[in-house]
T-cell receptor, first 114, second 113 residues
Framework: DAGITQSPRHKVTETGTPVTLRCHQT?????MYWYRQDPGHGLRLIHYSYGVKDTDKGEVSDGYSVSRSKTEDFLLTLESATSSQTSVYFC?????????????FGEGSRLTVL | GQNIDQPTEMTATEGAIVQINCTYQ??????LFWYQQHAGEAPTFLSY????GLEEKGRFSSFLSRSKGYSYLLLKELQMKDSASYLC??????????????FGSGTQLTVLP
């Protein structure tokens, strides 16, 4: 199994507070991703990174920012959490090369915004 | 952009065969993936198709027709542990430099005894 850990795994917060989710990998993979998963919507890409300090927006990036200062860490920040950001957040990594380039997912972080 | 459709729910009996379909529209196809996700867990990679035809992996097979924008996942000799959500995902040739995937909403499969 790919070495990906997310923290925290569960968090309850209030509207308007900042929240940071952390993704840590031990695989030295170049590519890292943040997805959110909601009923009826499947997995939707928030932001991704293709190297240290190299990030770009995904399909649902409004209200989120990311940072990657080291290969192994990819942080997702909600500057001012809203109830619509209640979701399960998955980090994924990919080697990006080779034939397949499949994604490996972390265990998820369940965020509830009250 | 991309549009991926798959049935929301399916039910099958233990020991039977089930086929989960996925149709997609994309401006530049560059691979189709199937993932399995048990409730409360992370998605795990099942299969990858980039050329037309059938890829077999034990009890699981995946088929692709690029001209029809169609794929299916075939599960044989169903077991109770196969009850899970099955996610179809497509990689677009024109995706960002990170070759990210776009996912369908998933098919929840329930295997009954």
């Amino acid at each position: 199994d790919a070495g990906i850990t997310q923290s925290p795994r569960h968090k309850v917060t209030e509207t308007g507070t900042p929240v940071t989710l952390r993704c840590h990998q031990t695989e030295n993979h170049r590519y890292m991703y943040w997805y959110r998963q909601d009923p009826g919507h499947g997995l939707r890409l928030i932001h991704y990174s293709y190297g240290v300090k190299d990030t770009d927006k995904g399909e649902v990036s409004d209200g989120y920012s990311v940072s990657r200062s080291k290969t192994e860490d990819f942080l997702l920040t909600l500057e001012s959490a809203t109830s619509s950001q209640t979701s399960v957040y998955f980090c994924a990594i990919s080697e990006g090369t080779g034939v397949t380039g499949e994604l490996f997912f972390g265990e998820g972080s369940r965020l509830t915004v009250l | 952009g991309q549009n991926i459709d798959q049935p929301t729910e399916m039910t099958a009996t233990e020991g039977a065969i089930v086929q989960i379909n996925c149709t997609y529209q994309t401006s530049g196809f560059n691979g189709l993936f199937w993932y399995q996700q048990h409730a409360g867990e992370a998605p795990t990679f099942l299969s990858y198709n980039v050329l037309d035809g059938l890829e077999e992996k034990g009890r699981f097979s995946s088929f692709l027709s690029r001209s029809k924008g169609y794929s299916y996942l075939l599960l044989k000799e169903l077991q109770m542990k196969d009850s899970a959500s099955y996610l179809c995902a497509v990689r677009d040739r024109w995706a960002g430099s990170a070759r990210q995937l776009t996912f369908g909403s998933g098919t929840q499969l329930t295997v009954l005894p």
